[in-house]
């Protein structure tokens, strides 16, 4: 299963995508969360995003949150979108160590990047699990949005293992296509 999956990996790199399409993607988010009412009393948790990644930084919500990755615990925390910033290890900015930590409780949606996604709401990520030990942590009725960078990182299927999982959303390009819900 790794090694299908680390093939996999290494072809979705390679795919291009639009980088200046954070605007429409925000757009789409923001019109989703409206016309739902998420955010009004729960979280919206985002990704501060890497060179690679489509980026949210335009997204309007009331109570935006990030994650910053705990190494040692291969884990990751919640915090308010206003929290001092800093650079991890991997030179990724996130939320600042001490930043005010949002219990998972509070969590309505949580929003990830990934490689690839398949039809089903499978996530493939970069094969270190920090999502899927932060997704396996979140309450049950928190809802999963997945942003696929183009129409060409979306396949039939992605290999699954146990600690996987599967989105209940999946935004891409000009459309947010429900799955798991």
Not at 14 to 32: K, R
Not at 61 to 84: A, C, Q, W
Request: aromatic residues 10%; proline residues 5%; negative net charge.
């Amino acid at each position: 299963m790794d090694f299908e999956k680390t093939e996999l990996r290494t072809w979705a790199k390679a795919l291009n995508f639009d980088p200046t399409l954070s605007d429409p993607y925000c757009a789409y988010l923001e019109a989703f969360f409206t016309a739902n009412q998420y955010g009004l009393d729960g979280w919206i948790i985002s990704y501060l995003s890497k060179s690679d990644e489509i980026s949210l930084d335009p997204l309007s919500v009331s109570k935006l949150g990030y994650t910053r990755t705990v190494f040692e615990s291969n884990s990751m925390t919640i915090h308010p979108g206003d929290s001092k910033m800093s650079l991890n290890k991997f030179g990724i900015v996130e939320p600042a160590e001490g930043s005010v930590v949002i219990p998972a409780s509070e969590v309505e949606v949580v929003i990830v990047p990934g490689l690839l996604f398949g039809s089903g709401g499978e996530r493939l990520g970069r094969g270190k699990g920090f999502y899927d030990h932060f997704l396996a942590a979140v309450p049950n009725g928190v809802v999963k949005i997945g942003v696929v960078k183009s129409a060409a990182h979306l396949v039939s299927g992605i290999p699954m293992e146990s600690h996987d999982v599967l989105m209940d959303y999946l935004v891409v390009e000009n459309q947010i296509i429900q799955i798991n819900i």
